[in-house]
């Protein structure tokens, strides 16, 4: 019989063309066991550098629905899970854009100011001084990456810490905001002007909603093709056929599953889709350009990035822009769910629940590890116990509790990998 191999980036995979079926059956045998294998090695590996990824996340996440639709049935039905997808985007957007500061290290305590004057500035400008709303979300949206601009050139040419730098930007823009807001305290808006239907916006057709979810579907495939060609032509591990199909097929069958479960209230809401193209395209920049190397390469250590010929005072700076701007982008989609720009925003509570979600996630403290999608599973985890426990009518008190626990596992449990990753000189 004769046998032929090719490489396939993890080791020599042997191929018979020509053999008797027992042969064939005993050949199967052998790569399927080779790959159960390879992938056992491959998570010992990650537990070893304390890469986990976001199993830790979604493991919490299959556990809270578990447990509150077990007490609850509504929690898991298509309204609950239709307001829920949408409650999402406004915190959401904001802790991308802390994810990217994260990811260097340091840490933004203005977010939640910022977000908050995005809405005022954009109600202030529109309302009371008749601008057309598209130039009033323009102003606020640059306004918003002018602060975080400003904030990283302060970090990065005085030498005080970020934490200071953005807790004084905190303090300052929440009293701007104040002052923008007036005596009321709120401006509201109307209902159907461009910004309310951010979040109101849906599409019942299943032409549409269907239609999207095959097409992220085809992009994921045709974009998972792409590298793998890449990697083949550079010589570099690449993920099997089977493996790309499998990964397509479980896509598939949770978009097209979301699609049948939002359809089934109002439809497919517009600030979701909105919130998962930026994810997408702020993990691509992430993974796929020199910048987001940058960046991961900022947050294992200044000194070594330096070395490297990594921009840090450039790197810097830009990081903080990205979580100004997405900080005004989450700001006016927390504004298009209340129809009116209020001290909400400034008030605490959104700061601390992005930054949360961005740790839950998966995304570390100490810098140089993590993703966007952390920010996704993230705030899904802290919005579920939210919204299971309204549904089970136990009071915010509890609710804030549960929620600080579930951030202290978070971050002991990066504690833990990194130290244990120390000794191996992974950390």
């Known amino acids: 019989m004769a046998v032929r191999g090719w490489w396939t980036g993890r080791g020599i995979r042997a191929r018979a063309d020509a053999g008797p079926a027992t042969g064939r059956r005993r050949d199967g045998r052998q790569w399927f066991t080779g790959r159960l294998r390879a992938h056992a090695d491959t998570v010992r590996h990650r537990l070893r550098k304390g890469q986990l990824g976001p199993a830790p996340a979604l493991l919490a996440l299959a556990v809270i629905w578990t447990v509150f639709q077990s007490l609850n049935n509504n929690f898991l039905s298509p309204r609950n899970l239709s307001v829920l997808s949408v409650d999402i985007v406004g915190t959401g957007m904001i802790a991308v854009g802390v994810v990217f500061v994260l990811l260097i290290g340091e840490i933004d305590l203005s977010v939640g100011a910022l977000a908050g004057l995005s809405g005022a500035l954009f109600a202030a400008l529109s309302v009371n001084h008749g601008m057309p709303e598209w130039l009033a979300v323009i102003i606020a949206v640059i306004c918003g990456a002018a602060a975080g601009a400003v904030q990283g050139f302060v970090f990065t040419n005085t030498g005080v810490p970020a934490f200071v730098v953005t807790l004084a930007g905190l303090l300052t823009w929440n009293g701007l905001m104040l002052y923008l807001l007036g005596p009321e305290s709120s401006i509201d808006f109307s209902e159907d002007g461009l910004v309310a239907q951010l ?4 599409f019942g057709s299943a032409v549409a ?19 793998r060609r890449r990697r083949t032509a550079a010589g570099m591990p690449y993920r099997p056929t089977g493996e790309i199909w499998a990964r397509t097929t479980l896509l598939a069958v949770a978009a097209f599953a979301t699609v049948y479960v939002l359809r089934r209230f109002e439809g497919l809401p517009l600030a979701l889709l909105i919130f998962l193209a930026v994810i997408i395209a702020s993990d691509l920049l992430l993974r796929r350009t020199p910048y987001g190397r940058q960046v991961l390469a900022l947050g294992g250590g ?16 830009s990081v903080f822009l990205v979580s100004g701007t997405l900080a005004a982008v989450g700001g006016l989609f927390v504004a298009s769910r209340l129809t009116s720009a209020t001290q909400v925003p400034g008030a605490g509570m959104l700061l601390i629940n992005a930054i949360a979600a961005a740790v839950i996630g998966g995304t570390s403290l100490f810098g140089g590890r993590g993703s966007t999608w952390s920010a996704l599973l993230g705030v899904l985890i802290i919005q579920s116990i939210a919204s299971g426990m309204a549904l089970l009518g136990v009071d915010s008190a509890t609710q804030f509790m549960i929620t600080g626990g579930v951030l202290l596992v978070a971050v002991v449990s990066d504690s833990v990998a990194r130290h244990a990753a120390e000794p191996r000189g992974r950390a």
């Open 209 to 227: 909603a269907y239609g999207l979810a095959a097409l992220g579907t085809a992009a994921y495939l045709l974009v998972s093709y792409h590298d």
């Open 302 to 317: 200044a000194e070594a990035a330096q070395r490297a010929g990594v921009g840090v005072a450039r790197v810097r700076i």
């Open 199 to 202: 979040t109101g916006r849906y």
